[in-house]
């Protein structure tokens, strides 16, 4: 079973930046468009930023221009790069294959995450 250990998160200032790394085990990260998602208190996990296996990315609206998702094949990990932090993007992030929506939610399995909290 593919493991996936998301690090980086913590505690910034709005206005600040982080950078999360998301590492696999396996080659899921070279075989599979891979993405980055979170949750906030009380909300719905949504999807955030993904890239496909040829390098395409993609974004939410929310953070189209402040978040950029990149990946190192030969290292099997996934990396967000988040700047100009709003309190707004407080949550915790997890990264996840590209995965389908059954049911009004995305289908799988979750690893722990990395906590973002922005606050000044």
């Known amino acids: 079973q593919v493991q996936l250990v998301e690090s980086g998160g913590g505690l910034v200032q709005p206005g600040g930046s982080l950078r999360l790394s998301c590492a696999a085990s396996?080659?899921?990260?070279?075989?599979?468009?891979m993405g980055w998602y979170r949750q906030a208190p009380g909300k719905q996990r949504e999807l955030v930023a993904f890239?496909?296996?040829?390098?395409?990315?993609h974004y939410a609206d929310s953070v189209k221009g402040r978040f950029t998702i990149s990946k190192d094949n030969g290292k099997n990990t996934v990396y967000l790069q988040m700047v100009s932090l709003k309190p707004e993007d407080t949550a915790v992030y997890y990264c996840?294959?590209?995965?389908?929506?059954?049911?009004?939610?995305?289908?799988?399995?979750w690893g722990q995450g990395t906590q973002v909290i922005v606050s000044s």
């Open positions: 396996g080659s899921i990260i070279s075989t599979k468009a």
């Open positions: 996840n294959a590209l995965l389908p929506v059954i049911g009004g939610q995305f289908s799988g399995s």
């Open positions: 890239i496909t296996i040829g390098g395409m990315t």
